[in-house]
């Protein structure tokens, strides 16, 4: 199975900061990962596909990088509604995987 | 847009059943993948079980493999998980999540639907 480590766990962040989050597999997966953001008592939503390829409707402040075993998740210029919990996700073998998850608050 | 509609949820006892359903308004629901994700109570997000398109190729977490059974009828654009053997651990929120086409990301989940297993 192939494990996908995000750190931080949590991160407290005033507006307009820039953010970064990583998400490390246990063997390379090319380019076979995914970000999703869930805001409280809300579903996951997609902002990054294939570590790098934006999202049609994702604000442009998101942005993602890596490829092999580390990847970066990068929010520029931090908004309040950016509260959320953020994951990565694997698509490159079985059993798909999930990050731990990354919560960032809005200080 | 896509809107997943999931249905079935709710409280049942240890080593009880459950089906839930996901309804897609989407008439191209035939030609999509279909998986469903859980996420226990304040917890992260787990993968339970995968569909084709076509229903021909499943496969499932090893946590819910011989307990839960995926499947869809196209015909009526609704995927569908039949959960046996229900145990504490079992209890999450469960979406039903679009594959984006010819694709591995989740492009679109529903809105969950909670199964409280507890007695």
């Known amino acids: 199975e192939i494990v996908l480590t995000q750190s931080p766990d949590f991160q407290s962040v005033t507006p307009k900061e820039k953010v970064t989050i990583s998400c490390r597999a246990s063997?390379?997966?090319?380019?076979?990962l995914h970000w999703y953001q869930q805001k409280p008592d809300q579903s996951p939503k997609l902002l990054i596909k294939?570590?790098?390829q934006s999202i049609s409707g994702v604000p442009s402040r998101f942005s993602g990088g890596g490829s092999g075993t580390d990847f970066t998740l990068t929010i520029n210029s931090l908004e309040p509604e950016d509260a959320a919990a953020y994951y990565c996700?694997?698509?490159?073998?079985?059993?798909?995987?999930f990050g731990g998850g990354t919560k960032v608050e809005i200080k | 847009e896509v809107q997943l509609v999931e249905s079935g949820g709710g409280l049942v006892q240890p080593g009880g059943s459950l089906r839930l359903s996901c309804a897609d308004s989407?008439?191209?629901?035939?030609?999509?993948?279909m998986n469903w994700v859980r996420q226990a109570p304040g917890k992260g997000l787990e993968w339970v079980s995968y569909?084709?398109?076509?229903?021909?190729?499943?496969y499932y977490a090893d946590s819910v493999k011989g307990r839960f059974t995926i499947s869809r009828d196209n015909a009526k654009n609704s995927l569908y998980l039949h959960m046996n053997s229900l145990r504490a651990e079992d209890t999450a929120i469960y979406y039903c999540?679009?594959?984006?086409?010819?694709?591995?990301?989740?492009?679109?989940w529903g809105r969950g639907t909670l199964v409280t297993v507890s007695s």
């Open positions: 996700h694997q698509s490159s073998d079985l059993p798909l995987t």
């Open positions: 294939y570590a790098s």
């Open positions: 999540v679009r594959v984006g086409y010819n694709s591995g990301y989740f492009d679109s």
């Open positions: 569909i084709s398109s076509s229903g021909s190729t499943i």
């Open positions: 063997q390379s997966i090319g380019s076979s």
């Open positions: 989407e008439f191209t629901f035939s030609t999509y993948e």
